[in-house]
């Protein structure tokens, strides 16, 4: 039977999360948390599985995700990989040179207005902005307006055409 990250962790007095921070350090898994993937190495000692509820009808109802277990040689291997490696698995980056890839870039303002000026909504985007407020605030009055007011007499008009229909039908 294999073992799980969580049980794998209290082997080594870690959480599940650290375990799996640990097992990507040395090598095994390779990715961000919560979307890990075997590494070569990874998968001489575990396995993946892929669950898939698939019920039908929404996606969201459909929820697949993966499990991977670990054999049992994981320990003994891990346990080797930390005493000959304290620091950890290099894949000879630095993390100064990891951080630098990573970095974003700044942000830098080409407008050309100097930055000290607030910018200027056009006329455009204030009627926008005043139809989108206009029309949260009328919302909740629309409802009762078209069923007090606009229903009782698009019905009564309605009835008053209906009636002089049948009425013309027989004087002719």
Same mark, same amino acid.
Not at 120 to 139: D, M, P, T
């Given at each position: 039977? &294999? *073992? =799980?990250?969580?049980?794998?962790? #209290? ?6 999360? /650290? ?5 990507? #350090?040395?090598?095994?898994?390779? &990715?961000? $948390? !919560?979307?890990? !993937?075997?590494?070569? *190495? !990874? ?7 892929? %669950? ?18 670990? =054999? ?8 080797? +990989? ?11 980056? =630095? $993390?100064?040179? #990891?951080?630098?890839?990573? /970095?974003? +870039? ?7 207005? !100097? ?5 200027? @909504? =056009? ?17 909740? %009055?629309?409802? $009762?307006?078209?069923?007090? *007011?606009?229903? $009782?007499?698009?019905?009564? @008009?309605? +009835?008053?055409?209906? *009636?002089? #229909?049948?009425?013309?039908?027989? /004087?002719?």
């Amino acid at each position: 039977m &294999g *073992k =799980s990250a969580r049980v794998l962790g #209290e082997e080594f007095g870690r959480t599940a999360r /650290e375990m799996n921070a640990l097992l990507k #350090e040395y090598g095994y898994l390779d &990715g961000n $948390p !919560g979307a890990y !993937g075997l590494t070569e *190495k !990874g998968q001489q000692y575990a396995k993946e599985q892929y %669950h898939s509820r698939g019920t039908g009808g929404y996606a969201q109802y459909n929820r697949n995700w993966e499990t991977r277990t670990w =054999s049992e040689e994981t320990v003994a291997a891990l346990r080797a +990989d930390i005493e000959a490696n304290p620091g950890g698995f290099d894949d000879g980056g =630095s $993390p100064a040179e #990891e951080e630098a890839i990573f /970095e974003p +870039d700044p942000i830098v303002d080409d407008s050309g207005s !100097g930055g000290d000026d607030d910018p200027q @909504l =056009s006329w455009k985007e204030l009627a926008i902005g005043g139809v989108v407020v206009g029309a949260i605030l009328v919302a909740p %009055h629309v409802k $009762p307006f078209w069923d007090n *007011k606009v229903k $009782p007499v698009a019905k009564k @008009l309605r +009835d008053r055409l209906v *009636k002089q #229909e049948t009425i013309e039908p027989t /004087e002719s």
